[in-house]
């Protein structure tokens, strides 16, 4: 089919939700996607965060081949050890006790929401304190958790249970806690919102006010998550243990899984049948998410994401001496953004142009969540063509 029809085809079938740009992809490997023309585009966003071992890694593609010819999928009823292991790994790894399985991250935000519930019923507490320029997800309660206005307007009204707090700001969050709030929810570095990282010292302080007041402290690690910032969870760099915490995006780094894990002191709040999720941790998106805890250990992805990313952090900020046009550069590991005083969409396209696929957010912010794995050589290709690109912008 020629990617004339492809792009006519998607258009004319599918419910108009995205934007579209590009050409029509055909494969990718790595940091590289090819084209149908055959032409190679250096992917330093590959899949929003998703493909965080680059495009089907080889080890990634033989766990799900083989998995494939075992057993696809059972009903969460039956025992099976894909889940078992997927749960230990996670376990093990992190501060949890206990993991329950969904599919992407708005549904393993909804299932954190409902845990929130059970936390709170006894002292008539439900009320969740959100982040301005928070991302959640698109349903109903992941969207009435996010601080956007631009998501929300056309679907209000919406849940009432939340109250927005100023990101970084802890007297602000201290003015919107009453005696309805069960807890607090956010990004350590927020994604959506235009890549803000949350100060350690104002994170180790709600941490320590929501101890003392009872309060659940929920962080959504679907983006900063799986090794993305450095350390494998974000939580560990700011010395603060949550109570509750999500997981998706790079926990499968291509099929669709995520999670919402819970503290021990907690774990018993929910019970059988009080949540579910038919797809949720099947046996081939467990095996494959495993699979990616045993590559990023065993190919040290860990240390190459802090060293990459300084490395990037560091040309990205000699752009910001060149170029007047960028105000910041700020992140944590291969999660970046470049904060410009205009426009970021002209640089975005002018990139794809020169094929490179980045990201944009927040109108001014370009956004980088390059793989784990991207190589020195694939940085400094992306570094020359955004120099090129902000020569002829200044
Ligand atoms: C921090 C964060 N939370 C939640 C979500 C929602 O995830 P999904 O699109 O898989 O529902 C996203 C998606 O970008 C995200 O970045």
């Known amino acids: 089919m020629s990617a004339q029809n ?21 494969k990718g490997k790595g940091s590289w996607l090819w084209d149908q023309a055959g032409a190679r585009y250096l992917d330093l966003f590959p899949g929003w965060g998703v493909s965080i071992l680059g495009h089907c890694h080889p080890r990634i593609v033989k766990v799900i081949r083989s998995q494939a010819n075992k057993l696809l999928h059972l009903p969460n009823n039956l025992f099976f050890k894909e889940q078992a292991m997927l749960a230990k790994e996670i376990v093990k790894s992190s501060f949890a006790s206990k993991v329950f399985f969904a599919n992407s991250g708005a549904e393993a935000i909804e299932g954190a929401l409902k845990f929130s519930r059970l936390f709170g019923k006894y002292r008539g507490r439900y009320e969740i304190i959100t982040m301005k320029n928070s991302f959640h997800g698109r349903t109903f309660g992941a969207l009435s958790a996010t601080g956007q206005a631009k998501y929300k307007v056309p679907f209000k009204p919406l849940l009432p249970m939340f ?16 005696d309805k709030t069960v807890g607090v929810l956010l990004e350590l570095v927020q994604g959506e919102g235009g890549v803000n990282v949350a100060d350690k010292d104002y994170i180790k302080k709600l941490r320590t006010y929501c101890d003392k007041n009872k309060l659940l402290f929920i962080v959504d690690e679907v983006q900063t998550g799986m090794g993305r910032t450095g350390s494998l969870f974000c939580y560990s760099q700011y010395g603060i243990i949550p109570d509750i915490m999500v997981l998706s995006k790079g926990l499968g780094a291509g099929v669709p899984i995520s999670a919402f894990v819970v503290q021990r002191k907690i ?23 495993l699979e990616v805890f045993k590559v990023i250990k065993s190919e040290n992805l860990l240390s190459n994401t802090k060293k990459k990313g300084k490395y990037l ?16 550069v700020r992140g ?3 999660m970046l953004g470049i904060e410009l005083k205009g426009n970021a969409q002209p640089i975005f396209q002018e990139a794809l142009k020169r094929k490179v696929l980045i990201n944009y957010t927040h109108v001014n912010v370009l956004r980088l969540l390059p793989a784990l794995n991207v190589k020195k050589e694939e940085l400094d290709k992306g570094i020359k063509v955004l120099r090129d690109i902000f020569k002829n912008f200044k």
């Not at 109250?163 to 009453?178: M, S, Y």
């Not at 952090?313 to 910041?328: A, T």
């Open 332 to 334: 944590k590991g291969l």
């Open 163 to 178: 109250r927005e707090a100023r990101f970084n700001d802890f007297e602000d969050f201290k003015k919107k806690v009453n």
């Open 267 to 289: 774990s018993d709040l929910i019970k059988p049948g009080m949540h579910a999720s038919t797809f949720g941790g099947s046996p081939l998106v467990t095996r494959a998410a």
């Open 6 to 26: 492809t792009k006519k085809m998607l258009e004319q079938f599918v419910l108009p939700t995205y934007s579209r740009v590009g050409p029509v992809f055909t």
């Open 313 to 328: 952090l560091d040309q990205l900020n000699k752009l910001k001496k060149e170029f007047g046009v960028i105000k910041e």
